[in-house]
């Protein structure tokens, strides 16, 4: 009997959209799905904004998405010790990944393009904006 890999995809999902969708069920094709989910303190420490979603908020909705069978809070970057830690196989990031993680245990994918949280806070902003103009 072969047991399936564990997966680490590493996100912040401060606004969730398809691109964490997608990444998460192409993830899912190679083993057994864990999100490393940014805590708020980090967020709040590398981004200088407090996420419109609180931690636990954002791994409830990560918790019911399908692909997902574990959410875990993590720091801001992951490393190899805390993959050791979860026993991750693979850690699944964007292609703008920064973690320093040995390549045999990283698979990388493309980012979905025209969207990511920063541009969903923007369109917030800029349809909060028109509304009030009219």
Same mark, same amino acid.
């Given at each position: 009997?072969? !047991? $399936?890999?564990?997966? $680490?995809?590493?996100?912040?999902?401060?606004?969730?959209?398809?691109?964490?969708?997608?990444?998460?069920?192409?993830?899912?094709? !190679?083993?057994? +799905?864990?999100?490393? %989910?940014?805590?708020?303190?980090?967020? =709040?420490?590398?981004?200088?904004?407090?996420?419109? %979603?609180?931690?636990?908020?954002?791994?409830?909705?990560?918790?019911?998405?399908?692909?997902? =069978?574990? +959410?875990?809070?993590?720091?801001?970057?992951?490393?190899?010790?805390?993959?050791?830690?979860?026993?991750?196989?693979?850690?699944?990031?964007?292609?703008?990944?920064?973690?320093?993680?040995?390549?045999?245990?990283?698979?990388?994918?493309?980012?979905? =393009?025209?969207?990511?949280?920063?541009?969903?806070?923007?369109?917030?902003?800029?349809?909060?904006?028109?509304?009030?103009?009219?």
């Amino acid at each position: 009997m072969r !047991f $399936m890999k564990r997966i $680490m995809v590493d996100l912040s999902a401060t606004l969730i959209h398809h691109g964490h969708i997608r990444i998460l069920k192409k993830a899912s094709k !190679f083993g057994y +799905v864990i999100v490393a %989910l940014t805590t708020d303190e980090e967020i =709040e420490k590398k981004k200088n904004y407090i996420p419109e %979603l609180k931690f636990n908020e954002r791994k409830e909705i990560l918790e019911a998405i399908r692909f997902v =069978e574990d +959410v875990v809070p993590s720091p801001w970057l992951i490393n190899e010790e805390f993959l050791n830690l979860h026993n991750i196989d693979l850690l699944v990031h964007g292609s703008d990944n920064s973690n320093p993680i040995n390549p045999e245990r990283l698979l990388i994918f493309p980012r979905t =393009e025209g969207i990511s949280s920063t541009i969903l806070r923007e369109r917030s902003k800029k349809s909060l904006e028109e509304s009030r103009e009219n």
